[in-house]
Structure formats: C-alpha cells, structure tokens
Nanobody, 121 residues
C-alpha cells in the first residue's frame, strides 16, 4: 500500500517563497513523483514531475523558472520549492506517484490528501 503525506502549505504574500514536502511510504522505490494543483472550479493541473533517480524533471509552463522539484530517496521525500509566488498560484497542491510518471493526472495511481496554498496580493 502506497501512502503520500504532504506538508508545507499555508498563506504567503505575493512574491514570497514556500516549500512543499511529500513523504511516501510503501512500494515507491523507482517510482516517478509529480505535483499537481487544483484551483476552485478548475480541473487538477500538472505542475512538475521528477523521475525516480532525479535525473529528469518536467515542468508546466506556469512553473518554469519559479518552481523547482527535487527528491531525497533516502528520506522517501519529494519537494516543490516555489518562489516568486503569485495570487494565481493559489490552489490545493497534491503530490502523486506512479512507476513511469507523466503530465496527466489520470496517469497517476496514488495521491496525497492535498495541501492548501494561498497567495495573497
């Protein structure tokens, strides 16, 4: 059984940083990890993904240049460092995992509970 537990969300002012963490348990070794977000009234959208060895990272256009995904396999943890946050980044952020990864939500099998990020203007 795979479980993902996110932390690090909260309220931040526009322009500020925030780091999300996601701790995985279960058979996630060699799995890709992804971050998605869902704003009110919107569909869940891809933010970033990283292969199991950290060698390949993929970002949505909204995240390029501002967000950085990383992972520490010794701690079974994936991070999303978010800088220069904007009010439009406000959403519930989810981490997800699946062996091969991808940029679509339906490619992922396991999801965290979600973590609210609110950026004030």
């Amino acid at each position: 059984q795979v479980q993902l537990v996110e932390s690090g969300g909260g309220l931040v002012q526009a322009g500020g940083p925030l780091r999300l963490s996601c701790v995985a348990s279960g058979r996630t070794f060699s799995y890709a990890m992804g971050w998605f977000r869902q704003a009110p009234g919107a569909e869940r959208a891809f933010v970033a993904a990283i292969r199991w060895n950290g060698g390949r990272k993929t970002y949505a256009d909204c995240a390029k240049g501002r967000f950085t995904i990383s992972r520490d396999n010794a701690k079974n943890t994936v991070y999303l460092q978010m800088n220069s946050l904007k009010p439009e980044d406000t959403a519930v952020y989810y981490c997800a995992t699946v062996p091969l990864g991808g940029v679509y939500a339906d490619q992922y099998s396991y999801w965290g509970q979600g973590n609210q990020v609110t950026v004030s203007s």
